[in-house]
């Protein structure tokens, strides 16, 4: 069974799927994908010096993400055209991602995607179920100054300039929500990991 997980900024879609990937889970992160597809001497990075500056290489060659994520994150044009030049190789590498793990299993029943964005990229008829993971606002704000050293106002920018949990969560299968200690969302993973038994079963039987 292959599913999608999904939510807002920091809201803890990499704990739940670190959390299915210790029960079995294969997992594949649209994050890592995104990486991947600018690497040094991509076509992909050619295409985001263009748009964004050099301002965005380190001395390394690697794109540097927390430049271009202050860069984006103040101005929606180019948020957009950056968007425009990954999600299309993003999406490309995690299809064959998914589908070559598909063939190779390695005993697992459950392969899932975390992907940000699987709403807005259209990426929901992937998949047999989507998970959403949701804690409130007031959580993102916290966890983004927390983890990544930005400032409140900052950090509400990144929260609003998304699509609203509440909107992602009316859209779901499951949705996890987050907002306790990592303890409680431990429990709320063992009910979810129940459920996508269950629907799997359910899948196989009717097959
Ligand atoms: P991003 O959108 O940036 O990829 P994410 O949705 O994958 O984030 P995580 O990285 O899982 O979110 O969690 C964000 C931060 O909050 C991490 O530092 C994580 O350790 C912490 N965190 C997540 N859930 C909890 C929790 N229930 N209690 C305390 N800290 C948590």
């Known amino acids: 069974m292959r599913i999608g997980i999904t939510g807002g900024i920091a809201s803890g879609k ?17 994050d890592e994908a995104a990486r991947a597809v600018v690497a040094p001497g991509s076509d992909a990075l050619a295409k985001v010096v263009e748009l964004l500056g050099s301002s965005v290489v380190q001395a390394d060659g690697a794109l540097d993400r927390a430049e271009t994520g202050r860069i984006v994150f103040a101005d929606d044009r180019k948020r957009r055209g950056l968007e425009r030049i990954v999600h299309p190789a993003v999406l490309k590498l995690l299809k064959a991602q ?6 190779d299993l390695r005993g697992s029943w ?11 990229a259209g990426m929901k008829s992937w998949f ?9 606002a007031r959580e993102q704000v916290n966890r983004l100054m927390t983890r ?3 400032s409140a106002p900052e950090a509400a920018r990144r929260v609003v300039a998304q699509m ?6 009316a859209m779901a299968d499951f949705v996890v929500a987050n907002d306790g200690s990592e303890a409680d969302l431990a429990v709320a993973v063992n009910n979810l990991w129940k459920g996508l038994l269950a629907l799997n079963a359910g899948s196989t039987n009717q097959a």
């Open 148 to 150: 990544n050293g930005l």
């Open 98 to 103: 998914v589908e070559a793990a598909e063939v």
């Open 110 to 120: 459950l392969v899932a995607v975390e992907a940000p964005l699987l709403y807005e």
């Open 128 to 136: 047999d179920a989507v998970i959403v993971v949701t804690c409130s």
């Open 14 to 30: 990499s704990t739940v799927a670190r959390l299915l990937a210790e029960r079995g889970a294969l997992v594949f992160s649209a």
């Open 164 to 169: 609203p949990l509440d909107q992602k969560a």
